[in-house]
């Protein structure tokens, strides 16, 4: 059969049965290659009859994306170090929409009723020339085909009456698979992709053929779409496609996080990003976004858009990848903010995610896209410009600054043991040592991270960085903790930790403030209005999974738990999946803070207190229980709403209609705030603190 599909009706046997001489040319080196025949039990034939009766001419054949990802599942290591998450339909369409399909059906609208227009319209679609640089199985080049045949179908309505009999079809389709080009680094895939392509265009001519009419089909296949196997890194993409005839860049790059990376992925990034300090910090997909830019120099007519991982919008990778993007003349142009990306794979791998459009033309009708639930659909907004963080403010990037923006006090990290954890326990485990060790009762000290912190849970630190040599020796259940701590350190393969082996009662890092201090939770739900924050007494050692702001006022307390500050947070932060990570060097240090007068500053210290007395009527309730949307108690959200409105005053401002006009207004004044500093390096450890009295918070 492969045979006789590869074979020309002119050149086959004569004497072949009738029923094999019915099967047309195929051609396009689809039935090439010889493959051993399979050995086949009764069962496999039936399941092979079962496939056949039923109708495909439906099934979209993006769906072998979908196949191939089950494979794969088989196999989970091998789909982390591919990054491969293929997508559904619907989330496709979310970055084709917005990058081409809902301007082209805009301008066939203008040009339905105008014949001339219609034709130079029809033009433009079989002209336009797309590429995926890391196409798999080709799941975005299908659609985007569909979608256009699709769309070509309508404009064949508008200037041919359906009911009218053309003389051939065939001449007015000009919409092709040969405008479609891919790159995928797994032969497999690639192979899939020009098939899938083609099946797609099956489907649209028979859509064609029931529109008007007449059979149409393209037998034997002369045009095919353009999928190399290959590393994309390590290709020139005008080899594939030239940039001078590309239109659009698309796709959904490798989701490999700096952490996962294998040696050559590490290597990729160290050639691609070989100007760049800190590239290492990067995710993988960026590397796509910094070879788009590097194509797009040659034709700044192109337009981008990939999927990908949130992170490249957030914490310390915004101040690595995007200014050596926005340097070269990069704009984006659309933006669809944090959302839940599913794979169409069993399983379905859930990866928070973004999709960025980006150009070097300025466009006026920029669009963000946010997600109210971030597993729901989005409602757009308009945007003036469309920064790195995608909100709609000034191109800022913000830096690991040492020292705060504003003259206010550092905070720091929490204890570090390095002590296999044989100096924390629970409370059973706590009291069953003293019960042995009656001496250590006075030793031990509650232990709180950012779980114990905001849930409430139990946990305690044998603390004998202050024990005198003469009591501890009286400790022998203590002694045993402290030598299992050398040990455990000198079996480290980190010097320094090993280092740490000669003082074992002390730890890696000691923060232990002598007096009341505020402790922010290193990571936090996104679920939440307002990062739970709140003051701990001294007696309390606290882990560097929080962070501790010693000798804290009301007045700290209120603007660090205000929604300027959360939205502040939620803005520049890094997350783990979509939680918050607290960032000293990015959050906090870069946050502008307000100038308040003294009024102003009384206000904000009384709602601060309110806020704490609110949470004390609640004493069997946990931070958790506190902040949880469902379960805030009004009393509560009505003590934080006076405290908002309290710090949006020291603002100079009345009220803000969204997190999004805040977050602008927070990055503009930081801008402000910049502007009046010396030109010093943000990293500089001895950088000057602003001390005009205009932006000084005081």
Not at 324 to 343: K, N
Not at 621 to 637: E, F, N, Q, R, V
Request: with cysteine; aromatic share 10%; net charge neutral.
């Amino acid at each position: 059969m492969f045979d006789i599909l590869n074979t020309p009706e002119a050149a086959r046997l004569t004497n072949l049965d009738e029923t094999f001489t019915r099967f047309p040319y195929i051609n396009g080196k689809l039935f090439e290659e010889r493959l051993p025949i399979a050995s086949f039990d009764s069962e496999m034939r039936a399941a092979l009859l079962y496939c056949c009766a039923l109708d495909w001419s439906g099934i979209s054949p993006a769906i072998f994306g979908s196949l191939f990802q089950h494979i794969m599942d088989e196999t989970p290591n091998a789909r982390r170090n591919l990054g491969a998450h293929y997508t559904t339909e619907e989330n496709i369409l979310k970055l084709i929409r917005s990058l081409f399909l809902d301007e082209l059906h805009a301008e066939f609208e203008k040009a339905r009723n105008n014949t001339k227009r219609l034709q130079v319209f029809h033009s433009k679609l079989a002209s336009l020339k797309f590429l995926d640089p890391a196409c798999g199985c080709g799941n975005f080049l299908v659609i985007a085909y569909r979608e256009l045949r699709l769309l070509e179908l309508k404009v064949l309505r508008a200037l041919y009456d359906s009911g009218q009999q053309l003389l051939d079809i065939t001449s007015i389709v000009q919409v092709d698979v040969d405008q479609f080009h891919g790159i995928e680094i797994e032969e497999f895939p690639a192979q899939i992709a020009q098939v899938a392509l083609w099946l797609t265009d099956h489907q649209m001519n028979a859509r064609v053929s029931e529109e008007f009419g007449q059979y149409f089909i393209r037998l034997p296949l002369s045009k095919s779409a353009h999928i190399v196997h290959g590393n994309s890194l390590r290709l020139d993409w005008q080899n594939i496609l030239a940039a001078l005839d590309c239109s659009y860049v698309m796709g959904n790059p490798p989701f490999i996080g700096a952490k996962f990376m294998n040696e050559a992925q590490r290597a990729d990034i160290a050639t691609i990003f070989r100007d760049t300090k800190n590239a290492g910090l990067l995710d993988y997909v960026t590397c796509w976004y910094r070879k788009a830019v590097n194509y797009m120099e040659e034709n700044h007519v192109i337009r981008a858009a990939f999927v990908s991982t949130n992170s490249i919008t957030q914490g310390e990778q915004v101040g690595v990848l995007w200014p050596s993007l926005l340097q070269r003349g990069t704009h984006i142009q659309f933006a669809h903010r944090t959302f839940q990306w599913e794979s169409e794979a069993k399983g379905k791998a859930a990866v928070h995610c973004v999709i960025i459009g980006f150009g070097m033309q300025v466009i006026t009708n920029k669009l963000i896209f946010e997600y109210e639930d971030i597993k729901g659909e989005p409602h757009a907004t308009p945007a003036k410009n469309i920064n790195p963080y995608l909100v709609d403010a000034p191109n800022v990037m913000l830096n690991n600054r040492e020292k705060p923006l504003c003259n206010i006090p550092e905070i720091g990290i929490g204890n570090k043991p390095i002590d296999g954890g044989n100096y924390l326990f629970t409370t059973k485990e706590k009291d069953e040592f003293i019960t042995r060790e009656p001496q250590a009762k006075h030793w031990f000290r509650r232990w709180i991270g950012a779980d114990e912190f905001i849930n409430g849970h139990e946990r305690w630190c044998l603390w004998l960085g202050d024990c005198p040599p003469n009591k501890l020796r009286q400790m022998p259940e203590a002694i045993k903790r402290v030598e299992a701590v050398r040990q455990f350190r000198l079996a480290s393969k980190s010097a320094p930790t090993q280092k740490l082996a000669a003082i074992p009662t002390r730890f890696h890092v000691e923060n232990i403030p002598q007096s009341p201090y505020l402790v922010i939770p290193e990571v936090s739900s996104e679920r939440r209005t307002y990062v739970p924050i709140g003051f701990m007494q001294p007696e309390t050692l606290c882990s560097n999974k929080v962070r501790i702001f010693p000798n804290a006022t009301f007045y700290h307390f209120g603007i660090l738990t205000s929604l300027m500050h959360m939205a502040w947070l939620r803005a520049v932060t890094g997350r783990l999946k979509s939680d918050y990570q607290y960032s000293i060097t990015i959050v906090y240090n870069n946050f502008p803070w307000p100038n308040p007068n003294d009024k102003q500053k009384q206000a904000i210290e009384k709602a601060a207190q309110g806020i704490l007395d609110a949470r004390m009527q609640f004493p069997a309730s946990t931070l958790a229980d506190l902040y949880d949307p469902l379960t805030m108690p009004p009393i509560l959200s009505k003590a934080h709403q006076l405290l908002d409105r309290a710090v949006d005053a020291s603002y100079g401002k009345k009220a803000f209609t969204s997190e999004a006009e805040r977050v602008a207004f927070l990055f503009e004044r930081y801008q402000q705030i910049i502007s009046l500093m010396p030109a010093t390096p943000p990293n500089k450890v001895n950088e000057k603190l602003l001390i005009d009295s205009t932006l000084n918070p005081a």
